[in-house]
């Protein structure tokens, strides 16, 4: 099993629409988890943190729950410009291979 | 505030060759990573240093591969006798406090490496 593992996708959602991804991870003692953004042929930006109670940031929500290891991204009122491939990261340095999200007008 | 700089963006070898690619991290960030991105494997770690120190070189794939950090401001990532399977992008990250404090990577642009 790998340590991180996402879907790849693609998700193709309309503009406005509502979309989740989950990302797992195996190792139970992970401590620390961030959701990154990489737009084609770029560099991974940080998107946001993941805390153990969720966070939110504007139309992003971050969840994450220990007891199935998993986080969660939650993307309200999509925009074209979400179009990206969102990766999950568990104790800093460990990526998922991605879920690729293309926004449809 | 200039970010993590890479060089060169681009670099097209034959198989065999040397391959040196060079990472400037943030002033001020002890921590710097250097990882491996495919389309098959996504974002692979292969080393990581703190303070100019290897910290976890697990992720190297074989003895053809070599990285160095002489100072805080210079790593080189070093591929000798390269290979058309080495062929990826090769991403430098520096960070705040490495691995134990919750801080985020910074990513430069990447070298896309082509082995031919």
């Known amino acids: 099993r790998k340590e991180v593992e996402q879907d790849p996708g693609p998700f193709n959602v309309p503009e406005g629409a509502t979309v989740a991804f989950n990302c797992t991870y195996s190792?139970?003692?992970?401590?620390?988890f961030f959701w990154y953004r990489q737009d084609c042929r770029k560099e991974p930006k940080l998107l946001m943190s993941?805390?153990?109670s969720g966070n939110e940031d504007g139309r992003f929500t971050a969840q994450l729950n220990r007891a199935s290891q998993y986080i969660s991204l939650l993307i309200r009122d999509s925009k074209l410009s979400d179009s990206a491939t969102y990766l999950c990261v568990v104790n800093h340095v460990t990526f998922g291979t991605g879920t690729k999200l293309q926004v449809i007008p | 505030d200039a970010g993590v700089i890479q060089s060169p963006r681009h670099e097209v070898t034959e198989m065999g060759q040397e391959v040196t690619l060079r990472c400037k991290p943030i002033s001020g960030h002890n921590s710097l990573f250097w990882y491996r991105q495919t389309m098959m494997r996504g974002l692979e770690l292969l080393i990581y240093?703190?303070?100019?120190?290897?910290?976890?070189d697990s992720g190297m794939p074989e003895d053809r591969f070599s990285a160095k950090m002489p100072n805080a401001s210079f790593s080189t990532l070093k591929i000798q006798p390269s290979e058309p399977r080495d062929s990826a992008v090769y991403f430098c990250?520096?960070?705040?406090?490495?691995?134990?404090?919750?801080?985020?990577?910074?990513f430069g642009n990447g070298t896309r490496l082509t082995v031919t």
């Open positions: 990250a520096s960070s705040l406090g490495g691995v134990r404090l919750n801080s985020p990577l910074h």
């Open positions: 993941v805390y153990s």
């Open positions: 190792n139970s003692a992970s401590q620390s």
């Open positions: 240093f703190n303070n100019n120190v290897p910290i976890d």
